[in-house]
């Protein structure tokens, strides 16, 4: 079956820097997204990973090892506002969205 | 992101009311979704459409009844929905490109309690 891996929860403190990690193993694959979903509001588009390697975009970069079946978020310089859930999903063979279930980050003063 | 629109935001009913969900895009996609997001568990996809033809159901039980009259818009009916219904309904839509859909983007979601 296909499967998207990332923690259930992580805290990090107002300032610092926090990797948010997600594995996958899906039926092919055509690239990979994170979103951010603040509590009861939309989730909103991130970044998109296609090809190995980082992509920096602001505060926020995403890397990708396709080889692994492997991605990570990385949040710098972390503000209150940034305390929201992060979601992963990759386009599988057939260009369907799998989700993973998100990581919720609590930012801490 | 205010792109997608969805009404009403929260929902209470019984079990055995008839409501329907409302979304609406102005981004000039071509392709919407439903998708059915539970606490602490993956999205769950119930429809698609692509240029209004429905493309998929992904077995979503017949309580759910989706409705796409033209690209800008989708309905769907809800009618003697169970307690493990309640959930938050998130509406998408994408521009469908050969060799499939670009980025989704999404509506704030209707919270919806069945009692």
């Known amino acids: 079956g296909q499967n998207i891996d990332q923690p259930t929860e992580m805290t990090a403190t107002e300032g610092a820097i926090v990797q948010i990690n997600c594995t996958y193993q899906?039926?092919?694959?055509?690239?990979l997204f994170w979103y951010q979903q603040h509590a009861g509001e939309a989730p909103t588009f991130l970044s998109y990973n296609v090809l190995d390697g980082l992509e920096e975009k602001g505060r926020f970069s995403s890397f990708l090892s396709r080889s692994k079946g492997y991605s990570y978020l990385l949040l710098k310089e972390l503000q209150m506002k940034d305390s929201a859930s992060y979601l992963c999903?990759?386009?599988?063979?057939?260009?369907?969205?799998?989700w993973g279930a998100g990581t919720k980050l609590i930012i801490k003063p | 992101e205010t792109g997608v629109t969805q009404t009403p935001r929260h929902l209470v009913m019984g079990m055995t009311n008839k409501k329907s969900l409302k979304c609406e895009q102005h981004?000039?996609?071509?392709?919407m979704y439903w998708y059915k997001q539970s606490a602490k568990k993956p999205l769950e996809l119930m429809f698609v459409y692509s240029l209004e033809e429905r493309v998929e159901n992904n077995s979503v039980p017949s309580r759910f009844s989706p409705e796409c009259p033209n690209s800008s818009h989708l309905f769907l009916h809800l009618h003697t929905l169970q307690p493990e219904d309640s959930a938050l309904y998130l509406c998408a839509s994408s521009q469908e490109v050969a060799g499939g859909a670009e980025t989704q983007y999404f509506g704030p979601g209707t919270r919806l309690l069945v009692l």
């Open positions: 981004l000039g996609h071509n392709a």
């Open positions: 999903a990759v386009r599988d063979g057939n260009y369907q969205l799998i």
């Open positions: 899906t039926s092919g694959f055509n690239g």
